[in-house]
């Protein structure tokens, strides 16, 4: 019965997303909101990935690196090697899938605040490299994108051209939206497996973990490379919207945002970065007529919430827990 | 190179002091203190309104901008942190907790005091001329001060009754407090003592590099790698971590200049190198 339930939830907030919204937007002429709702959706896909790494305890600040490095792979592969856009997507979060074995490697050996500010060192280094890359055009970064193909199959034309569309904006809604309803589902089904409850056991304790017989290595630099494989997608994605990357597209400011939306939404529940970089972001651009004391207002409310709700929005509906 | 040792020695001690206060919030409440660099704008900022603008004398500026950190700093922590660290499940949540600071306090500072890049007359006049070396005399003076605040700040934690139940704490929070150390009180000192660290050394490099509102973001990071090479929570640990940075921007800025400007890409990738062989820095406990 309760899996009915949330099979039923689940269709609903998909057919919502898909069904409902764009038929709001259209009916109040709002079509600036299809480039909002994008931008929530791929930053919640990065956000997730996020989770993902406070899921087996670590403090992740370093997604911005992976969504600047996922977006440069995407641009690098479609502007200089001609490849399609929907081949660079899965190629992008591969990559930094490989990069961050190779970097969580060592540094997945930092815990608490240690790992943390490495990571947020990270995403100086990745701003830098590409700074200092003949291949990324330094501070120039990479423009004009082309926008994505078609995907034929067999002759049949199943997504066109996005050049054909006529309303751009809503192709890259649908595109953003189906990817992040993949996301999150993906995510679902991965912690409510066995491996999630492994995931789980490393956040509860490393080294019990390690005695029960977990190579907490491998485990830990896995669930590290999935985040990272989310990130580098979101940021490709990113990208393709806004047809051009530069070293600042992500920043430190924004591996700070994935980790507060992960905060906000709440760590113990998968929808929470959803949640999260949806009211992070509209708060943000709702603040805008505040002009000049949007972050005064923004980052007040911030800290109120956090004194109200310090576990996260969707901790109003868990039971209160008290410490022990 | 005499230069470049004197540049990077003199870099080092104002980074260690840096360095000094975030560790210190760090070692007494294990919160990592995003708003440190935001607090180290403010600090330069009451120097530049008193002294800058109102043409006080610097040292009256100076102990303003200190008293108003520590005043700020120990407000923060009693009203914010104290609450957020008691309700909450995960330690974690103190980080969001930090971030909004340092949102808020970007926003507040760019309200009160503008987006310029703001400079005030030195406070000594004249330079040091020697066969290969050349030091404005406030430079030194600087270097001198801040030299002395960390001194001054070593022998109160070791030889003071607040110093030595702030060790405590850190030691262990638990203890301390069955030992009958008040825990809050000392929570407060500490944060305030931090703070106001942050508010003298943005207070004394205002005179030499001047402040705008946009770096205290820049500053924190600074500030957050030199605790990880020392250590976090470990005042030596602090004082090494800043001046081994110092030393290395100093000789990266001379060395690396024929490559473009790759020096903290250099320094950033050295850092992780080395985190991987020693995770804990050259003095941190492990897993602090």
């Known amino acids: 019965m309760l899996q009915l339930t949330k099979a039923v939830a689940a269709v609903a907030f998909a057919a919502v997303l898909l069904i409902a919204a764009p038929w709001a937007i259209e009916a109040t002429h709002h079509a600036d909101f299809y480039y909002t709702l994008s931008s929530v959706a791929l930053l919640a896909i990065a956000s997730g990935g996020v989770w993902l790494t406070f899921y087996i305890g670590r403090i992740n600040i370093g997604q911005g690196a992976f969504a600047l490095v996922g977006g440069y792979a995407s641009a690098v592969l479609v502007v200089k090697a001609g490849l399609s856009f929907w081949l660079s997507l899965p190629l992008a979060g591969l990559f930094c899938a490989a990069v961050s074995v190779a970097i969580g490697l ?37 423009t004009n994108i082309p926008p994505p193909g078609p995907i034929g199959l067999f002759g049949f034309t199943l997504v066109p051209g996005f050049d054909a569309i006529v309303n751009r904006n809503a192709a890259f809604y649908y595109l953003s939206v189906v990817m992040m309803l993949l996301c999150f589902a993906a995510l679902w089904r991965l912690v409510h497996s066995r491996l999630g409850a492994l995931f789980a056991a490393l956040r509860q304790n490393e080294d ?15 669930a590290f490379a999935i985040s990272s494989f989310l990130g580098g997608i979101g940021g490709a994605a990113f990208v393709a919207i806004t047809q051009s990357i530069y070293p600042s597209s992500f920043t430190v400011t924004d591996s700070v945002n994935f980790m507060l939306n992960c905060f ?44 109200a709700l310090p576990n996260g929005l969707l901790s109003l509906r868990a039971p209160a827990r008290r410490r022990a | 190179m005499e230069q470049v040792l004197v540049n990077g020695f003199y870099l ?52 303003a901008s200190a008293l108003t950190l520590a005043v700020l700093g120990g407000l923060i922590e009693k009203f914010l942190f104290r609450t957020v660290i008691r309700r909450s499940v995960r330690d974690e949540s103190t980080m969001l907790l930090a971030a909004g600071v340092a949102y808020f306090l970007d926003a507040a500072i760019l309200l009160l005091f503008g987006e310029k890049q703001r400079g005030v ?10 066969d290969n070396l050349i030091i404005p005399y406030d430079r030194v003076l600087v270097a001198v001060l801040a030299i002395l605040f960390i001194v001054a700040f070593v022998l109160m934690m070791q030889y003071t009754k607040p110093g030595r139940a702030m060790r405590a704490l850190a030691q262990d929070r638990v203890a301390a407090q069955l030992m009958g150390v008040p825990v809050e009180f ?38 957050f790698m030199m605790v990880m090479i020392g250590g976090a929570g470990v005042v030596g640990g602090a004082i090494l971590g800043g001046f081994i940075l110092g030393m290395l921007e100093s000789v990266g800025l001379s060395v690396l200049h024929a490559y473009g400007d790759i020096t903290y890409l250099a320094i950033f990738v050295a850092l992780m190198a080395f985190l991987s062989v020693r995770p804990n820095g050259l003095m941190g406990k492990p897993w602090g």
């Open chain 2, 121 to 130: 007359p030195k406070i000594v006049k004249g330079v040091f001329v020697s």
């Open chain 1, 208 to 222: 019990l973990a390690s005695s029960m017989g977990l190579n907490v290595p491998a485990l830990r630099v896995l």
């Open chain 2, 186 to 223: 000392y929570s407060l000192i500490g944060f305030a003592l931090g703070a106001m660290l942050a508010g003298l050394v943005g207070g004394l490099l205002v005179t030499i590099t001047g402040v705008n509102s946009g770096i205290g973001g820049p500053i924190s990071i600074k500030a």
């Open chain 2, 12 to 63: 080092g001690a104002q980074y260690a002091l840096i360095a000094l206060g975030l560790t210190l919030i760090f070692a007494l409440m294990n919160v990592l203190n995003f708003a440190h660099g935001q607090m180290y704008v403010v600090g330069g900022f009451i120097v530049y309104e008193i002294y800058g603008r109102l043409h006080w004398p610097f040292v009256v500026a100076l102990a």
């Open chain 1, 106 to 142: 060592p540094i997945l050996r930092l815990r608490g605040v240690y790992f943390a500010m490495v990571t947020l060192v990270l995403t100086e280094v990745a701003r830098l490299t590409a700074l200092a890359l003949p291949l990324t055009n330094g501070a120039k970064g990479i």
């Open chain 1, 264 to 307: 906000l939404g709440g760590l113990g529940f998968v929808f929470g970065p959803m949640l999260g970089t949806l009211v992070l972001y509209f708060g943000w651009d709702l603040l805008f007529q505040a002009g000049e004391y949007q972050l005064l207002i923004y980052s007040g409310v911030m800290i109120l919430l956090m004194l």
